[in-house]
C-alpha cells in the first residue's frame, strides 16, 4: 500500500496537537526488578539518590509504598515519539501528555518492514518517510509512557500528521486497542441513525 508523504505531513502548528511527531521525547520501559531511588548522604559527592530493591528497604526502614508516588530506577529512551493526548485533553490537562513511540523501519528485518507497510500489524502504523525530516518509520502502540508537557518543547517538534494521516493513524490505534476490525465499527458504533440522534 503506498502513501504519499504529501498527504499525509503537514507543519506543526504554533501550539502542540495531537499526531505531532517530536524529537528527542522520553519513552520509559520498567522492568524487574523495580528500585526505590531515595536520597543518602556521599562522603564526596554530596546528595545522591541510591536505589534500593523492593525487598531491600534502605536503613531508616522506608520503603515502596503503594498509593505514595516514588522515585524510581527506570530504562529511558529518548527518542522521537508521536503524540496521541487528543486536543481538548491538551486544553485542559496542564499535568499528562500521552507519547508513543517512532521507531525506525530500517532496524527490522525486510520481511517484517513490508507488512508494517502494509498495515498488516495491529502493534504499529505505518509513516512513510519525509526526505530531510523523517526517515521511514512505524509507531509502536506497545511503547507508550506518559510525560509531563514540559518535555515536548515546540522547537523538537518534527511535523504533524494531516487530517488524513490523524485519521487513518487513530483508526490503526483503536484497533490495537479494540482488536476489532474495521466491517466491524458500526456494529460497535451502532447505525449512523443511532450515532445521529
Known amino acids: 500500500m503506498e502513501v504519499d508523504a504529501a498527504d499525509f505531513y ?5 501550539q502542540v496537537c495531537q499526531g505531532d511527531i517530536i524529537a528527542d521525547v522520553p ?6 526488578p523495580i528500585r526505590v531511588l531515595r536520597p ?17 528497604p534502605p536503613e531508616d526502614g522506608l520503603r515502596f509504598q503503594q498509593g505514595r508516588p ?7 529512551l529518548l527518542a522521537r515519539g508521536i503524540l496521541l493526548t487528543h486536543g481538548c485533553e491538551i486544553d485542559k490537562d496542564t499535568k ?6 517512532v521507531r525506525p523501519l530500517t532496524e527490522i528485518p525486510p520481511e517484517a518492514a513490508q507488512t508494517i507497510r502494509n498495515q498488516q500489524n495491529l ?14 518509520s512505524y509507531v509502536d502502540f506497545r511503547r507508550l509512557s506518559c510525560i509531563a508537557p514540559e ?18 493513524f487513530l483508526i490503526k490505534y483503536f484497533m490495537y486497542v479494540t482488536r476489532a476490525k474495521l466491517e466491524s465499527l458500526d456494529a460497535i458504533l451502532g447505525s449512523r441513525q443511532d450515532v445521529a440522534e
Open 10 to 14: 503537514r507543519d506543526p502548528d504554533p
Open 27 to 32: 519513552h520509559l520501559y520498567f522492568s524487574p
Open 40 to 56: 543518602v548522604i556521599a562522603a564526596k559527592h554530596g546528595q545522591v539518590l541510591k536505589p534500593y530493591g523492593l525487598d531491600d
Open 70 to 76: 516514588e522515585d524510581v530506577a527506570v530504562n529511558c
Open 96 to 101: 499528562h501528555r500521552t507519547i508513543a513511540l
Open 123 to 136: 502493534r504499529f502504523s505505518y509513516l512513510p518517510a519525509l526526505p530531510g525530516v523523517l526517515e521511514e
Open 151 to 168: 518535555l515536548i518543547s515546540a522547537e523538537k517538534r518534527l511535523l504533524s500528521l494531516t487530517v488524513t494521516g490523524l485519521k487513518q
